[in-house]
């Protein structure tokens, strides 16, 4: 499924929608793009449709930052992008076993994710614009976004 976006607010509007597709369940979402795409401008905007009330920052160099949701249950925001060539397991599973898991250079740990997720790939284009790519992998995902409506 392709999306066009063309501002901030079009981000925005594509972060609530998914937040209330993805709320109540368990579910691991992929972002993929070169720096300055918009990852963590998207996972700030989904974070706060889900009802998290902290500051959602980048986990660049911590790695991994966990928020509680409206719900109760934690959304865990992953960068995977200091990770490059680690071939260790870093016990990120436990953290897909769990409420929401938003995981930005995916591609890093990709054996660790789960077969069952939504893999979301943001294309820059010319200023805010944005070509979005959403792939479902299992039956979980593919229902989400069957729901998906522009």
């Given at each position: 499924?392709?999306?066009?976006?063309?501002?901030?607010?079009?981000?925005?509007?594509?972060?609530?929608?998914?937040?209330?597709?993805?709320?109540?369940?368990?579910?691991?979402?992929?972002?993929?793009?070169?720096?300055?795409?918009?990852?963590?401008?998207?996972?700030?905007?989904?974070?706060?449709?889900?009802?998290?009330?902290?500051?959602?920052?980048?986990?660049?160099?911590?790695?991994?930052?966990?928020?509680?949701?409206?719900?109760?249950?934690?959304?865990?925001?992953?960068?995977?992008y200091r990770l490059e060539g680690v071939s260790q397991d870093l016990g990120f599973e436990e953290c897909f076993d769990e409420g929401i898991s938003v995981v930005e250079w995916a591609d890093f740990i990709k054996e660790q994710?789960?077969?069952?997720?939504?893999?979301?790939?943001?294309?820059?284009?010319?200023?805010?614009?944005?070509?979005?790519?959403?792939?479902?992998?299992?039956?979980?995902?593919?229902?989400?976004?069957?729901?998906?409506?522009?």
């Open positions: 499924m392709k999306i066009a976006i063309h501002s901030l607010k079009n981000t925005q509007e594509f972060a609530q929608k998914m937040a209330n597709l993805c709320k109540d369940k368990q579910i691991v979402i992929t972002l993929d793009g070169d720096l300055g795409a918009g990852k963590t401008t998207w996972t700030k905007s989904f974070g706060k449709a889900l009802g998290v009330k902290d500051v959602i920052n980048s986990p660049t160099f911590t790695i991994l930052k966990s928020y509680t949701m409206e719900n109760g249950k934690p959304l865990h925001h992953i960068d995977a994710l789960p077969k069952d997720h939504i893999s979301i790939s943001i294309e820059e284009g010319i200023d805010e614009e944005r070509m979005i790519t959403m792939v479902s992998t299992g039956p979980l995902s593919s229902s989400i976004l069957e729901g998906y409506h522009d």
